[in-house]
């Protein structure tokens, strides 16, 4: 589904949990036969973050809701509603998004999670657009949360690689931006493509099974590729905007040949492209909020930007959103 809807919602903080922990390429070779130069020439990824022993889901996301909060100098009574994104919960109830709520005292708050694997972020970040241009909701908080180390097979080369953990969230208010124009969601799926990328998190038939990422690589790619050049152009195209109206482009971080094959054929300048692969890995719903965290702490995301933020991965799902950015400078 896609639909331009005309608001003046707007982004108004972002903040972000970063574990302490780096593992290297060098430290994944240890353990599987791979190289730093393989990994980076296929992947773009130099080293990623790895949470510590009694670092949770949730506890990441509290982490990045209080900076959010803080950030934005607004009262938790005065958010609505709480999604969090993750793929990689440490159990099934309470939701983490509940856990959220009370731990930062945003009492009045609707919290609910969400599972869109690496398009969760931009599948909440939607439903928060929905939720405030309803008039259901005034103020949202959004977070992506992940600790992927927990459910990744140290000993396959072919996903080891790439993920990280971390966590970002944002707050989305109605009335933020001066005037109204057109924000843009898409939110689609190829369910058909779901077994090329799994994620086992529960038992089957009863059995309790290690907790795994199974992938078709190239399946993936080919994918993703495709996925995030036609999502963009279907968004601009019913915002009736163009490459020139997006200041920052902030894709969902899987591998940086996707993105610089996507942004080449969308014609994006790479300056206004964020990345933080390198640094992070592929960080799944988390992806995104701490790409916009990097962008908002190294002054490259002024007010009044308009961000476009792609996510894509299990599912096979997709999620593009463009909105503004009102936050005040870091
Ligand atoms: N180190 C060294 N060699 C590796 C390796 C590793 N970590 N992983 C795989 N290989 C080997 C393969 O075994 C294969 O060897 P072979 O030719 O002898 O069979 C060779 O490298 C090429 O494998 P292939 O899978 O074709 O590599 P690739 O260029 O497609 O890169 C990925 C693999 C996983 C990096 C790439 O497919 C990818 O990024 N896909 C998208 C994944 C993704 O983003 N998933 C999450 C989406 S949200």
Redesign the pocket.
């Known amino acids: 589904m896609i639909a331009a809807v005309e608001s003046d919602l707007a982004i108004i903080a972002v903040g972000a949990a970063i574990p302490d922990r780096v593992v290297t390429n060098d430290e994944i070779s240890q353990r ?4 730093d130069a ?2 980076q020439e ?2 773009g990824i130099r080293e990623r973050r790895v949470a510590a022993e009694g670092q949770t889901v949730t506890s990441l996301a509290i982490i990045a809701a209080r900076q959010a909060l803080e950030r934005a100098d607004i009262a938790p009574a005065e958010i609505d509603l709480i999604l969090t994104a993750t793929a990689s919960p440490e159990r099934s109830f309470p939701s983490i998004s509940a856990l959220v709520a009370d731990d930062i005292g945003a009492h009045s708050a609707g919290a609910v999670d969400m599972l869109a ?2 398009a969760g972020f931009a599948y909440a970040l939607g439903h928060a657009v929905a939720q405030i241009h309803s008039g259901l909701a005034t103020t949202v908080m959004v977070i992506g949360s992940e600790v992927l180390s927990g459910i990744t097979d140290w000993d396959d ?2 996903t080891c ?2 993920f990280g953990d971390g966590a970002g969230a944002v707050i989305i208010r109605a009335g933020a931006a001066p005037t109204k124009e057109n924000v843009v969601v898409e939110l689609g799926v190829d369910g058909s493509k779901g077994g090329d ?1 799994v994620g086992d998190l529960t038992s089957r038939n009863g059995k309790p099974v290690d907790r795994n990422i199974r ?1 078709n ?2 399946v ?2 080919r994918f ?1 590729t495709q996925a995030i050049v036609d999502s963009t152009r279907r968004v601009l195209e019913a915002g009736g905007w163009t490459q020139d109206d997006v200041d920052l482009f902030v894709p ?1 971080q ?2 940086l ?2 993105i610089e094959s996507g942004v080449a054929r969308l014609g994006f300048p790479s300056e206004r492209v964020v990345i933080t692969l390198d640094s992070y890995g ?1 960080t ?1 719903s988390a992806s995104i909020p701490l790409c916009l965290d990097y962008a908002w702490c190294t002054g490259r995301l002024q007010r009044g930007q308009r961000l476009l933020m792609m996510g ?3 599912g096979l799902a997709w999620g593009t959103c463009l909105i503004r950015w009102m936050g005040e400078p870091a």
């Not at 599987?32 to 190289?35: G, L, N, Q």
């Open positions: 599987v036969e791979t190289d393989w990994i296929r992947t694997a690496c080369r072919g690689i790439l990328l992938m690589g190239n993936v790619y993703a969902h899987a591998n040949r996707i592929n799944s894509l991965g299990g």
